[in-house]
C-alpha cells in the first residue's frame, strides 16, 4: 500500500511558479541596503567609543596633573620646608609627569614607560596625548590648570576653549601656602 499525494504526469510542482527575475533583484537591493544600514551603524558606534575612550583618559590625566602638583606643595609641607609652595612658581607651559618634578621647559606630548605610565620622555614613543600645566596666583594662594588635548599639536588659549569638541580636557584647583611664613 503507498501513502502519499498522487502525481500527475507533471509531477508534484505541476502549476507551481518560482521567482521572477525583478523580484530577485529587488529582494538582493533591500537586503544590501538593510546590510550597508548595519555596517554604517557599526563603523560609527566604533568610532564614538575609540573617541570616548580618549575623553575619558584625557580627563583622567588632566585631573592627575593638579594632583601632582598638589603633591609637590603636601611634601614640602611634610618636609617641614618654609615655603609650602616651593617649586610650584607662577609660570605657564610647565609639564609635570608622574614621580618628576614641575619643568617648565620642554615638549608637552606624553609618552609611555614600560610600566604604563604617562611620562615626558623624548626617548619613548609618543602617545596621542599632550598635557601642559598651567600655574598663577600671589604669595598665599596658587591657581592650577592642567590641561590635555588628544590628536592635536596646540592647545587652546584659554580654558572657555577647552571642550569636548576640540579633544581638550581640563581640570583646575586652587592651592593654598600650608604652614611657613603665611
Known amino acids: 500500500m503507498k501513502i502519499g499525494k498522487i502525481k500527475n504526469k507533471k509531477g508534484l510542482f505541476a502549476g507551481k511558479r518560482g521567482f521572477s527575475l525583478l523580484e530577485a533583484i529587488l529582494s538582493v537591493f533591500i537586503v544590501s541596503v538593510g546590510l550597508v544600514a548595519v555596517m554604517s551603524l557599526l563603523t560609527a558606534s566604533i568610532k564614538e567609543t575609540l573617541g570616548s575612550r580618549s575623553q575619558q583618559v584625557a580627563s583622567l590625566l588632566a585631573q592627575e596633573g593638579v594632583e601632582l602638583v598638589r603633591n ?4 614640602n609641607w611634610a618636609r617641614q620646608l618654609d615655603d609650602s609652595f616651593n617649586g610650584i612658581d ?22 609611555r614607560n614600560t610600566s604604563g605610565y604617562y611620562v615626558h620622555n623624548s626617548n619613548l614613543p609618543d602617545t596621542r596625548f599632550s598635557r601642559k600645566i598651567i ?5 598665599n594662594v596658587r591657581r592650577i590648570i592642567s590641561m590635555v588635548v588628544w590628536d592635536r599639536d596646540d592647545f587652546p588659549g584659554s580654558v572657555d576653549g577647552c571642550t569636548t569638541k576640540n579633544k581638550c580636557s581640563y581640570a583646575e584647583i ?9
Not at 135 to 139: L, Q, W
Open 90 to 111: 607662577a609660570a605657564n607651559n610647565c609639564t609635570i609627569a608622574y614621580n618628576s618634578t614641575l619643568s617648565c621647559s620642554g615638549d608637552y606630548k606624553l609618552s
Open 174 to 182: 586652587t592651592l593654598t601656602k600650608w604652614g611657613g611664613n603665611d
Open 72 to 75: 609637590i606643595r603636601d611634601n
Open 135 to 139: 600655574i598663577s596666583g600671589g604669595a
